[in-house]
């Protein structure tokens, strides 16, 4: 089937818009998460969901980040007023709660903050 | 603080030549550990997690908990290989919880 995926691929904005990305995980997953990847810094944990649960946002480094899942399913990370330190690729992961819980990653989509 | 440590930023080997890829932690309950690979442009996938103890792509990773280290290891080397290895963690039988990730090391192996 068909694995999680992410749009855009790429965003380039300029400093102080808004930008939203998109993450559609594998169908039936239940858990939904967040990470930005940044030169230097590795993977950093941002915002999870499971179910229909209140999100895990104690990763989210300012409250310009925001984030939402409608319907248990499609999930859309926002940046509101980006900044240069803004700029890295956001990974979306995914997994269910049966088996390995293997978390599935995404492909990314490399933000740059102009 | 819970933390993965992977010192090395870039490890550089022969083909043929053992590899080891530290990764230290630091977490006050009981941890489960993974690596994850990401090789050029595909995405971050797992390669294996401590509680299975199984060996993929003839890589191995024995936590230890007295030096609280999870040391990915290969005996011989190969150029496919080559990739960025991330070691990580997360509350063990936490079920679904975020991973904590260490900053990575890059696996060059040479002809």
């Known amino acids: 089937g068909a694995g999680v995926s992410q749009s855009p691929s790429n965003k380039v904005t300029e400093k102080g818009k808004d930008v939203e990305l998109r993450c559609d995980p594998i169908?039936?997953?239940?858990?939904l998460y967040w990470y930005r990847q940044s030169l230097g810094q590795g993977l950093e944990f941002l915002i999870y969901?499971?179910?229909?649960?209140?999100?895990?946002k104690s990763g989210l480094p300012s409250d310009r980040f925001s984030a939402e899942r409608t319907g248990g399913s499609v999930s859309t990370l926002t940046i509101q007023r980006t900044q240069q330190e803004d700029s890295a690729v956001y990974l979306c992961?995914?997994?269910?709660?049966?088996?390995?819980?293997?978390?599935?990653f995404g492909p990314g989509t490399r933000l740059t903050v102009l | 603080a819970q933390r993965v440590t992977q010192p090395e930023k870039l490890l550089s080997v022969f083909k043929g030549a053992p590899v080891e890829l530290k990764c230290n932690y630091s977490?006050?309950?009981?941890?489960?550990l993974f690596w994850y690979v990401q090789y050029s442009r595909q995405r971050l996938q797992l390669l294996l997690r401590?509680?299975s103890r199984e060996s993929i792509k003839g890589f191995t990773a024995d936590l230890n908990k007295g030096e609280t280290s999870f040391h990915l290891k290969k005996p011989f080397a190969q150029e496919e290989d080559s990739a960025m290895y991330y070691c990580?963690?997360?509350?063990?039988?936490?079920?679904?919880?975020?991973?904590?990730f260490g900053k990575g090391t890059k696996l060059s192996v040479k002809p």
């Open positions: 169908s039936g997953h239940t858990a």
């Open positions: 969901f499971q179910g229909n649960s209140a999100p895990d």
């Open positions: 990580a963690l997360r509350q063990y039988g936490g079920s679904q919880g975020n991973l904590i």
């Open positions: 401590h509680i």
């Open positions: 977490y006050s309950g009981s941890p489960e």
């Open positions: 992961a995914s997994s269910s709660r049966t088996g390995r819980n293997e978390q599935f």
